[in-house]
């Protein structure tokens, strides 16, 4: 570069010199042409010589991300490979159907209708008399 610098002063104070022949002076402008020219090339081969390393690291580093996250999924909630993941759908709420829920106290168990649970009543146990829900007091 320079070398480049050093022609480009050369040129320039031969522009200023009238006894320049035109013929050397345009020689001269051609050489410095031709050298920016071949410094130009190298530059866009780097440049492009950089960017395929970029890319290569952000595949290697998509490849990291995808290991490392793919093992910190529970391994019983992956699908077998080759099966798309289906997404899971919202259950059917049936409010005739029946649940059974034991007491937190004394562990009875008791069955209720859906339909007929209201938790403004607060319900209790029929076998110790306690709240069944007692975090709705």
């Known amino acids: 570069m ?17 006894s320049t022949d ?5 020689g001269a402008a051609f050489e410095l042409l031709g050298q920016l020219s071949a410094r130009l090339d190298e530059q866009a081969a780097e440049a492009k010589e950089t960017r395929a390393f970029v890319e290569q690291i952000d595949e290697d580093l998509a490849d990291l991300e995808d290991a490392f996250f793919e093992d910190a999924e529970d391994p019983e909630d992956k699908e077998p490979d080759g099966a798309a993941e289906e997404p899971e759908e919202p259950e059917e709420f049936d409010e005739t159907e029946l649940i059974r829920y034991a007491c937190p106290h004394c562990g009875k168990e008791t069955v209720f209708r859906v339909e007929s649970i209201d938790l403004e009543d607060a319900p209790r146990c029929a076998g110790c008399g306690e709240l069944l829900f007692p975090g709705l007091e």
């Open 2 to 18: 320079d070398d480049m610098k050093a022609r480009a002063e050369k040129l320039r104070a031969m522009c200023g010199d009238p």
């Open 22 to 26: 035109p013929r050397e002076l345009l």
